[in-house]
């Protein structure tokens, strides 16, 4: 595995790779808060994450991103934005393709984001992620990397 920075031409890939992986996430999301409020709070969210990516990699957003290429195939990416706060820096969308998960791309992935921002200056790194079942793979993979402090946080839904 090979570890490099993005290139425009990435970005395809990239978009192929967080659908993949983020499929479930969204259908788990619907499942959790039901088919009326899906219908009404969900609709765009997969177009929303999209929009999200292509904004990070856009040259002046003040992330950074890198790919992991296993072979020829680009197997996952992640980006990280220094500065968010005074010498915090997150590490901000990121994801490996199912089809190579459990193989520490993840992990090596956010160590090379950690390095970066150690490199930077950074004192802090931050990443959020969801509590719910599907976000399971990607707790442990943050554990994994040394994350272990967390605050719980509640994303709320009402019908009007």
Known sequence: ??????????LPALHAIRTAAFAPVFAS?????????AA???TTA??????L???IAKPDSGHTIAVAETGATITGFVSW????APGIGEITLN???PDHGGKG?????????????KAAGMQLATVGTGGDPSHAPARRAYEKAGFSVHIPSIYMYRKL
Not at 1 to 10: F, Q
Not at 29 to 37: M, Q, T
Not at 81 to 84: A, I, L, Q, S, Y
């Open 1 to 10: 595995m090979l570890i490099r920075p993005y290139t425009p031409a990435d």
């Open 29 to 37: 999301f619907r499942n959790i808060v039901g088919p009326d409020i």
């Open 40 to 42: 009404l709070g969900l």
């Open 46 to 51: 997969e177009q929303e994450q999209a929009d």
């Open 53 to 55: 990516l292509d904004a």
């Open 81 to 84: 934005k220094p500065n968010v």
């Open 95 to 97: 994801a490996v393709h």
């Open 105 to 117: 791309i993840g992990t090596a992935l956010y160590e090379h984001a950690l390095a970066a921002l």
